[in-house]
């Protein structure tokens, strides 16, 4: 039907444009060819209705939105709580003792961000028409049968998670609108050494698979700006704002003094799976930073206080070298 069609757009939209944000070219997507394509085959599902405009897709407060889709709202929303519209304008045919018919089909979706990630619902739906005097009930009920009262299926879709298919679980700490572009904004650390206050930085900038992982002077670049990617049971990637690499294990090595490096990001792979956790005793709100694949913690080596001193992993037996902020 035409709503999981939309939902499915939503979905496959996103697109990673800088390592700190992700932009959704809703209009861009939704036209494309394919999706058109794939709209009016769902469309002739109900004979005689067709599409007559592109899809088009816009936000607007909520207090705006019309009143059928704020009473079959899941919740009230705050007047000013931005929704997007989305839009599809089509043409009924009707018997010739009835005026032809021409109307719209809006879904209006709500993101929230209060669960630490940005979820897209369909809270409402609406349908608008012109013309339907005599046929209105027969005009009507294909309207009801194309876009159904419960919208359940659109939200289960869209309402699990925006983001990359490549990056699973992906956080955001807040979220703009702009005309028909949605941008989300990463959650982003520096993670920074309880011992010496220095971060954890790419050295040189380098973008390159195999990169090192250095402490260095703290200076707010984005060599030293990472964000969490859950990959399921607490494990997460560490992905690095400058390259889009993620940190792992020189090599997958398992033993003492192997030096933490980067790679192109594989969720899949243990040696790409980090878990933090405090050892107990801790009140300093630092942990340890823990690789899956070793099971070894990320250390400062020799309890170096020098920027440019590469990191290491080590057995995890505690001290201050192997807490780190912001994990």
Not at 47 to 75: L, Y
Not at 106 to 135: M, P
Not at 184 to 196: K, P
Request: hydrophobic residues 40%; aromatic residues 8%.
């Amino acid at each position: 039907m035409l709503h999981s069609l939309l939902a499915l757009a939503i979905v496959a939209v996103l697109a990673v444009v800088a390592m700190a944000d992700v932009v959704l070219d809703l209009n861009a997507e939704f036209n494309s060819q394919g999706v058109l394509e794939r709209i009016d085959g769902l469309l002739k599902l109900q004979e005689g209705i067709s599409r007559t405009s592109g899809v088009q897709v816009a936000w607007m407060p909520w207090g705006q939105a019309p009143r059928p889709v704020k009473q079959r709202a899941a919740k009230p929303h705050p007047d000013t709580a931005p929704v997007i519209r989305v839009s599809v304008w089509i043409h009924v045919n009707t018997p010739m003792w009835c005026l032809a018919v021409d109307g719209s089909i809006h879904y209006y979706i709500f993101l929230d961000n209060t669960k630490s990630r940005i979820e897209g619902v369909v809270d409402g739906w609406d349908t608008q028409t012109d013309n339907i005097s005599a046929c209105s009930g027969g005009v009507n009920d294909r309207l009801r049968n194309l876009v159904p009262e419960n919208a359940y299926l659109v939200q289960l879709l869209i309402g699990i998670r925006l983001s990359p298919p490549q990056l699973p679980d992906r956080h955001y700490g807040s979220y703009y609108l702009l005309h028909d572009h949605v941008r989300l904004v990463l959650e982003e650390d520096t993670i920074v050494s309880r011992w010496n206050d220095l971060c954890m930085d790419v050295r040189g900038g380098d973008t390159a698979n195999g990169a090192l992982i250095q402490q260095w002077e703290c200076n707010q670049s984005a060599a030293q700006k990472y964000y969490k990617i859950m990959v399921g049971d607490g494990y997460f990637m560490i992905l690095n704002g400058r390259s889009g690499k993620c940190v792992a294990i020189s090599e997958g090595a398992t033993g003492n003094d192997a030096l933490i490096a980067q790679y192109d990001c594989n969720s899949a792979d243990l040696n790409h799976q980090w878990r933090s956790t405090d050892p107990g005793g801790n009140t300093i709100g630092a942990k340890w930073l823990i690789n899956r694949n070793s099971g070894k913690c990320v250390a400062v080596p020799a309890w170096s206080g020098t920027p440019g001193t590469l990191l290491t992993q080590e057995d995890c037996v505690g001290g201050w070298k192997h807490y780190w902020y912001n994990v």
